[in-house]
């Protein structure tokens, strides 16, 4: 993954066709809200994993704004967490493989900001990207009609 912040996105990334074959398939790679590492048995899943050490950045810090104690922190990150993986679970889109890897193109920019996942139709329409099979005007329609929820799952399905 890409963090370049001095250049424009996209600036040092040719436009290939070889990215429709990294694009992750649904269910079957990292990045996919459904995806579990094989490894992990089915008590894996849910243990216990003691205290982690976690930064919290200014998103945390609003969501654990007024907590003081350790229990009630965890209890509320273990809560969002819970319901935002609910959420992915019944959002996102159907998309096809052209359009998969035109946005996975689109993301690899690196880090997607909420602002930045809002303009996801906007840059399909921008991107130089192009595939066999990929409708940009049709992707960027789909996209300006679905919910954030739906952008985010999209991304999070990807990887990024």
């Given at each position: 993954m890409l963090h370049n912040t001095d250049m424009a996105p996209h600036a040092n990334l040719p436009d290939l066709q070889a990215d429709a074959a990294v694009v992750p398939e649904p269910g079957k790679d990292r990045g996919d809200p459904t995806w579990i590492a094989p490894a992990l048995t089915a008590s894996d899943k849910t243990r216990n994993v003691g205290k982690t050490n976690v930064f919290f950045g200014p998103p945390l810090a609003?969501?654990?704004?007024?907590?003081?104690?350790?229990?009630e922190i965890s209890g509320k990150l273990n809560r969002t967490a819970e319901r935002y993986l609910e959420i992915l679970k019944h959002h996102g889109l159907e998309l096809?493989?052209?359009?998969?890897?035109?946005?996975?193109?689109?993301?690899?920019?690196?880090?997607?900001?909420?602002?930045?996942?809002?303009?996801?139709?906007?840059?399909?329409?921008?991107?130089?990207?192009?595939?066999?099979?990929?409708?940009?005007?049709?992707?960027?329609?789909?996209?300006?009609?679905?919910?954030f929820a739906d952008l985010v799952a999209i991304v999070e399905s990807l990887g990024f």
């Open positions: 609003i969501l654990a704004d007024g907590q003081k104690n350790t229990l096809t493989a052209p359009e998969r890897a035109c946005l996975a193109h689109i993301c690899h920019i690196g880090f997607m900001s909420p602002l930045e996942i809002e303009e996801l139709p906007f840059e399909v329409t921008m991107t130089r990207f192009e595939c066999e099979g990929l409708d940009k005007a049709a992707l960027a329609t789909k996209l300006e009609a679905a919910s």
